[in-house]
């Protein structure tokens, strides 16, 4: 069986092919990228969607070599997300469907990120960290769903760092700003301290960044030392609540995945707390292409959840922002 996926959550527009021994054919990936000093702005992303979701789909048949008529399955992100961006796949997906008379799977986000770090991490079951621009959540399995064990009152953690590099003047031109902070914090070396902030097993981040772009704007402390100090915090904080994550389900994984999961530093806490935790612990990031959005990790979700019978009517298939990992009834695993 072979699934195309598409995943337009965010800044990233995606098109994966994939069969269901997990052999990736294709996964292409465009990404909106705003004027220098904003935001993504939603509605220009879905701009940048609209525009381009032909292309994408296309150049996913090229790279596989496949023609329309060997796919199975459409699926489609159905959120969390901006929904404008969102609704750009959720119509391409549902033109593909009807066109095609292909069956149409509308999936989860997160638990795609999950999923795929299963199939290409070895994994069996982990407990998940899933850092991006737009998501910070703490997952793992238990009892038929994906529970989310601790996530961000306010702000995800990637955008608490891209909003402290455009503060600092930083540019993200030719790097995600999430990797321009982590070479300056490499330069750095004095902990400022920055208030660290966990409530139960939720983290907050919105104070840290006001708090850090006062120091910033005093003028006391350079960008390396700041951006240092602020990777120190922030990631000690994911990791403890990771940690908890684990000691309270007894798990032996441990897996991070989106886009601030490139972070070499946050890799290298993660990967001491599992060591440290208890005998056996693994912990495993995943290469940067699967970390982060793509089209794949959405075939994949959409086959294996299409293989253990579940079907989205046409009705299902409109989009949900606020769509959460614990709102599935995970009967695949
Ligand atoms: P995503 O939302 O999964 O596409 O990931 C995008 C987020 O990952 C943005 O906030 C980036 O700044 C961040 N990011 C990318 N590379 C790194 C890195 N090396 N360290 C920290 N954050 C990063
Ligand atoms: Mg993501």
Same mark, same amino acid.
């Given at each position: 069986?072979?699934?195309?996926?598409?995943?337009?959550?965010?800044?990233?527009?995606?098109?994966?092919?994939?069969?269901?021994?997990?052999?990736?054919?294709?996964?292409? $990936?465009?990404?909106?990228?705003?004027?220098?000093?904003?935001?993504?702005?939603?509605?220009?992303?879905?701009?940048?969607?609209? &525009?381009?979701?032909?292309?994408?789909?296309?150049?996913?048949?090229?790279?596989?070599? +496949?023609?329309?008529?060997?796919?199975?399955?459409?699926?489609? &992100?159905?959120?969390? %997300?901006?929904? #404008?961006?969102? $609704?750009?796949?959720?119509?391409?997906?549902?033109?593909?469907?009807?066109?095609?008379?292909? #069956?149409?799977?509308?999936?989860?986000?997160?638990?795609?990120?999950?999923?795929?770090?299963?199939?290409? %991490?070895?994994?069996?079951?982990?407990?998940?960290?899933?850092?991006? !621009? %737009?998501?910070?959540?703490?997952?793992?399995?238990?009892?038929?769903?994906?529970?989310?064990?601790?996530? &961000? /009152?306010?702000?995800?953690?990637?955008?608490?760092?891209?909003?402290?590099?455009?503060?600092? !003047?930083?540019?993200?031109?030719?790097? #995600?700003? =999430?990797?321009?902070?982590?070479?300056? *914090?490499?330069?750095?070396?004095?902990?400022?301290?920055?208030?660290?902030?966990?409530?139960?097993?939720?983290?907050?981040?919105? !104070?840290? +960044?006001?708090?850090?772009?006062?120091?910033?704007?005093?003028?006391?402390?350079?960008?390396?030392?700041?951006?240092?100090?602020?990777?120190?915090?922030?990631?000690?904080?994911?990791?403890?609540?990771?940690? $908890?994550?684990? *000691?309270?389900?007894?798990?032996?994984?441990?897996?991070?995945? =989106?886009?601030?999961?490139?972070?070499?530093?946050?890799?290298?806490? +993660?990967?001491?707390?599992?060591?440290?935790?208890?005998?056996?612990?693994?912990?495993? %990031?995943?290469?940067?292409? /699967?970390?982060?959005?793509?089209?794949?990790?959405?075939?994949?979700?959409?086959?294996?959840?299409?293989?253990?019978?579940? $079907?989205?009517?046409?009705?299902?298939?409109?989009?949900?922002?606020?769509?959460?990992?614990?709102?599935?009834?995970?009967?695949?695993?």
């Amino acid at each position: 069986m072979i699934s195309l996926g598409i995943e337009s959550s965010a800044d990233k527009l995606g098109v994966g092919i994939i069969d269901d021994t997990g052999e990736i054919f294709a996964n292409v $990936r465009r990404t909106y990228k705003p004027p220098k000093g904003s935001g993504i702005h939603p509605r220009e992303a879905s701009d940048f969607h609209s &525009t381009y979701i032909a292309d994408v789909i296309r150049d996913a048949y090229l790279e596989s070599n +496949l023609t329309p008529d060997e796919i199975d399955l459409i699926s489609f &992100t159905k959120g969390p %997300g901006l929904g #404008p961006c969102l $609704r750009v796949g959720a119509v391409a997906a549902r033109t593909l469907s009807l066109t095609s008379g292909k #069956p149409l799977i509308a999936v989860n986000h997160p638990i795609a990120h999950v999923e795929i770090g299963r199939l290409i %991490g070895g994994l069996d079951d982990p407990v998940v960290l899933y850092v991006s !621009g %737009g998501n910070t959540q703490v997952i793992a399995y238990s009892q038929g769903r994906y529970r989310v064990f601790g996530e &961000t /009152l306010d702000i995800p953690v990637g955008n608490c760092l891209d909003v402290f590099g455009r503060n600092a !003047g930083l540019s993200d031109k030719e790097m #995600p700003m =999430g990797r321009v902070i982590e070479i300056e *914090a490499e330069k750095g070396s004095n902990y400022i301290p920055i208030p660290y902030v966990i409530k139960g097993m939720d983290v907050s981040f919105s !104070g840290i +960044l006001t708090h850090t772009t006062k120091l910033l704007e005093s003028g006391k402390y350079n960008i390396a030392d700041l951006s240092y100090s602020l990777q120190e915090t922030i990631f000690a904080m994911l990791v403890e609540v990771t940690e $908890r994550a684990l *000691a309270h389900t007894k798990k032996t994984e441990v897996l991070v995945c =989106g886009g601030v999961a490139s972070n070499n530093r946050l890799k290298k806490m +993660l990967d001491e707390m599992s060591a440290s935790h208890g005998k056996g612990v693994k912990f495993k %990031g995943l290469e940067a292409n /699967l970390a982060i959005d793509n089209g794949a990790m959405i075939a994949w979700l959409g086959l294996i959840m299409y293989k253990a019978g579940n $079907r989205t009517a046409l009705s299902d298939t409109l989009v949900d922002q606020h769509f959460r990992p614990d709102d599935v009834i995970v009967n695949w695993r």
